[in-house]
């Protein structure tokens, strides 16, 4: 792949999945929350529901094939990534599960 991830309810990034890809293994990609952002990371302020991912992920060019998606978004993990459908197609993706 070309290294590529999309993540989002990441805070301010520092206790991410994709953190280590990023600094230290080359990986780029787009770090989303609801709350924080950092254009030095690509971190976007953006809230990601099922009702809008799809936009979202338009507005701010995530890649449409990424290497890696994680999606830690609190009750709405499983939607969001059904509602990206065939338009947003991960190789691996992390999906948090609380049980």
Known sequence: ?????????????CECNTRWLRERCGWK????DGRYEDPGINLRKAVVNAQNARQVFRDFMAPRRPDLLSIDIDDQDWHVWRALGHS??????VVEALF
């Open 1 to 13: 792949g070309d290294r590529t991830f999309v993540e989002f309810g990441v805070q301010r990034g």
């Open 29 to 32: 990609g787009l770090l989303l």
């Open 88 to 93: 947003y197609r991960a190789r691996v993706v």
